[in-house]
């Protein structure tokens, strides 16, 4: 969840999935200090291809609407893309952190996929704030830690210094 937005309970919603377009659910699942809570939606509008203004059933106050800044949101299982086996949405892995496995230093985390093109690339913030693309081709992928929200990478020489 993004921030609130005005004085009666809406929230900006950022997503990076196409759930949208794929379902009519009637719930959102966040989660609130570790917990998965669902919340009930009222009402939802766009802003952009990947943000939303959301009001939920119960959250009537800016204040309430704070509690739920930055938390995850997840939907029903059901819901999820049709993948084959061993096959993961490549946004499912923001928010995980990349190491380069050569020297085990943090590359930064994972903030977005760029789609735009036929080679898609991680958007990856930086430890000092500034920001990387890495392209997100298998070969360079050594292995993740989903427990862990690591993907640890074996990258070209002089890729992190373009």
């Known amino acids: 969840m993004g921030k609130a937005h005005g004085l009666k309970g809406e929230i900006n919603f950022q997503f990076t999935d196409d759930v949208w377009d794929r379902t009519d ?25 990947s943000t939303a203004i959301m009001k939920l059933e119960d959250i009537d106050s800016i204040e309430a609407a704070q509690m739920l800044v930055n938390c995850n949101v997840f939907f029903e299982k059901k819901y999820q893309e049709e993948l084959g086996e061993d096959e993961v949405s490549l946004h499912y892995f923001i928010g995980f952190k990349m190491v380069d496995g050569d020297n085990d230093q943090e590359i930064g985390t994972i903030t977005d996929i760029d789609d735009n093109t036929d080679n898609w690339l991680f958007i990856v913030e930086r430890p000092d704030g500034s920001e990387v693309m890495i392209p997100a081709h298998e070969e360079f992928i050594t292995e993740i830690k989903q427990e862990e929200k690591l993907m640890i990478m074996d990258l070209p020489i002089g890729l992190l210094e373009l």
């Not at 917990?35 to 009402?43: C, K, M, R």
């Open 25 to 49: 659910s009637d719930y959102i699942i966040c989660e609130v200090d570790g917990i998965l809570v669902p919340f009930f939606i009222e009402e939802y509008r766009f802003r952009s291809d």
